[in-house]
C-alpha cells in the first residue's frame, strides 16, 4: 500500500464530513453566530495532517469496519484536538502567534472569541458523537462508553491536566529547575498521548472490537502517541526551538541525549507495531502510520 | 409547601453529590493534577442557589421521579454552568474580580489555570452525563439524546453564541449603539435560557415524560429562563449596576422602562406557570420557583 496516498484520502473524507457540518448549520440562517463559526472553522481549515481522525478510521478498519462507520467519530476527535490547539495557543497558555504557518485564533479574532470557539469545539464534539447514534446502527451503549472514555481522556486527569502540568514544568525551566524523565513522559501520555489513544479505541469500538482487540489497539496507541510526542520533540530540536526568553523548554532531548531520544522513539514505534501482532493485513495501515511517525520531517 | 426548605434540601443533596465526585477523583490519588482540581472545586463551591440543577430535580419530580434519579444529570448542567462563570469572567470576555463575593477564578489561579478549570468542568460534565447510565436504569437512548440536547443548548448556536454576541453588544453599547428589545431577548435566551430550559427538560426525559409533558416543560423553561435574566437586570439596576467606564450595559431597563420591565418578568413567570396547567400538584415547586424566580431580592 502507498500509505500518502492511504493519508490523503482519508483526510480528503474528514475534511469534507467537518465541512458538511459547517454547511448545516450556515444553512439553518446562523446569522448572529457567524463569527464564531468562521473562527472554529479558520482553525479547522486547511487542515493539518489529521493524524487523529485517520488514526479512528485505521483502527476501524483494523478490526473489519469502514471509515463511513467513524466518520462522525473522526470529526469529533478532530474537532476537541483543534480546541485544544486554540486554547492552548492563548497568551495566557503558550502564547503562540502562528500556527501552520497562519496567525493563531486569538491573533485573527482575538481572545474573547479564540476562547469560545474552542469552547463551541468541545461543546459540539459531544454533540456530534451523540447525534451519530441517528446515522450509525451501532448500540447505544457504545456510545456512551466513547463518550465517557472521551471525557476521561481529555478531561482534568487527561489532556488538561497534561496542559496545566506542560505550563507547570516551562515555570520550573525558567528556575533552571530540572524536570526528569518519567515526568516528562507522564506529562506526554496526558497531554498527546491520550486523545490518540482514545481516537483508536473508538474507531475500533464502534467497528465491534472484542475487549482483547481494544486492549491491544490500546497498547498500540499509547506507544504510537508517546513516540509522536518524541519526534516533535527532536523536530523541535532540529528547528533549534527555544523558549521565548531562549531558555532550553522541558523535552526529550534535553533530558536524555538526541541519539538515545532517537533510539527511544523507534523502540516505541516497534513496540506499538508489536501489539497489533494479533491482526492481519487489515491493520497494515495502523502499522505503516508507526513507521511514518518516526521517520516524519515534520 | 415552605420553598426555602425545598430549595435547601435539593442545594444540600447536589453538593453532596458534586463533593463525591471530587473525593473520588482525590482518593486516584492525582496529585500532579491537584491544582487544577482545586481550581474547578473553588468556583463550584460554596454554592449559589443552584438554580439549574434543583430545576432538573423539580422537573424529574413532576412527571413522577425522584432527584436521586436525576442526581448525576443536575451535577453535570451545574459543572457547565461554573465552567460558563469561570471563562465569562475572564480578562478577555467580562474581566469581573469578584463572584459570589470571593475573587474569581483567575484572580485566584491565574488565567491559564482558570481557562483549563473551565474546559475540565464542560468535559468532565459530559463525561459524568455519560457515566450516568451505570447507575440509573434508564434506556441508554435517552442519555444520549439528553447529551444532544445539552451540546446543542451550551454549543455555538446556543449558550456560547449568546456570550460572544454579549459582547458584541457591550461594544456596541460603547459606540452608544443601541440595542433592540428583540436583540436583547435573543440573547438573553440563548445565554442564559437554553441552559435552563434543558435542566429542566433533561430531568424530564430521565425520568420518563411523554413528548407532551416535555414539550409543556419546555415552555415553561423558556418562560422561566427569560424571567430569571429580565429580573437580574432588574437587580442590577438596583444596584446602579453600570460598565467599568460608567456606561450603560445592554439590559432590559435600558429599553423599556422599569415598571414595563417589571411587568414583563411578572407575565413571564405566569406563562411559565401556565405551561403547568396539565400537571398535578407534584409540580407545585416548579410553580414556586416561578414566583421565587420574579420576587427574589438577590
Redesign the interface.
Known amino acids: 500500500m502507498k500509505l500518502n496516498i492511504y493519508l490523503e484520502t482519508k483526510k480528503s473524507l474528514i475534511d469534507n464530513a467537518l465541512e458538511t457540518f459547517f454547511a448545516e ?1 450556515k444553512s ?1 440562517k ?1 446569522g ?2 457567524a ?3 468562521e473562527a ?1 472553522h479558520y482553525s479547522l481549515f486547511p487542515s493539518g495532517k489529521r493524524l487523529r481522525p485517520i488514526l479512528t478510521c485505521a483502527a476501524a478498519e483494523a478490526v473489519g469496519g469502514q471509515t463511513e462507520d467513524v466518520l462522525p467519530i473522526a470529526c469529533a476527535i478532530e474537532m476537541i484536538h483543534t ?1 485544544s490547539l486554540i ?1 492552548d495557543d ?1 497568551p ?2 503558550d502564547d503562540d502567534d502562528y500556527r501552520r504557518g497562519k496567525p493563531t485564533n486569538h491573533v485573527k479574532f ?4 479564540a ?2 470557539a ?3 469545539l ?3 464534539a ?6 451519530a ?1 441517528k446515522t450509525l446502527k451501532i ?3 457504545i ?3 466513547i ?2 472514555d472521551i ?2 481522556a ?4 487527561g489532556m ?2 497534561g ?3 506542560d ?2 514544568f516551562q515555570e520550573r525551566a525558567k528556575e533552571a529547575e530540572d524536570v526528569n524523565y518519567p515526568e516528562l513522559e ?1 506529562l506526554y501520555i496526558r497531554k498527546t498521548g491520550n486523545l490518540i489513544l482514545v481516537a483508536i479505541t473508538s474507531g475500533a469500538k464502534i467497528c465491534g472490537a472484542t475487549p482483547a482487540q481494544v486492549k491491544a489497539l490500546a497498547r498500540y496507541g499509547e506507544n504510537l502517541g508517546l513516540a509522536f510526542q518524541v519526534v516533535d520533540d527532536i523536530l523541535d530540536v532540529h528547528d533549534n526551538y527555544k523558549g521565548p526568553d531562549g531558555r532550553k523548554l522541558p523535552s526529550f532531548p534535553s533530558i536524555l541525549s538526541m541519539d538515545e531520544t532517537k533510539q527511544r522513539s523507534r523502540e516505541l514505534a516497534s513496540r506499538a507495531i508489536e501489539a497489533l501482532q494479533g491482526f492481519d493485513k487489515k491493520a497494515d495501515p495502523l502499522r505503516e502510520i508507526a513507521h511514518y511517525i518516526v521517520e516524519r520531517k515534520q
Chains 1, 2 share one sequence.
Not at 482575538?110 to 472569541?113: K, L, Q, R, V, Y
Request: with cysteine; proline share 4%; charged share 20%.
Open positions: 448549520r439553518k446562523e448572529p453566530f463569527l464564531l463559526y472554529m480546541y486554547h492563548l495566557a497558555m482575538g481572545e474573547a472569541t476562547i469560545l474552542g469552547d463551541a468541545v461543546t459540539e459531544f454533540g456530534f458523537l451523540s447525534q447514534r448500540a447505544p451503549e456510545f456512551l462508553e463518550i465517557e471525557s476521561l481529555c478531561g482534568a486527569s488538561i491536566g496542559q496545566l502540568l505550563i507547570q507522564f
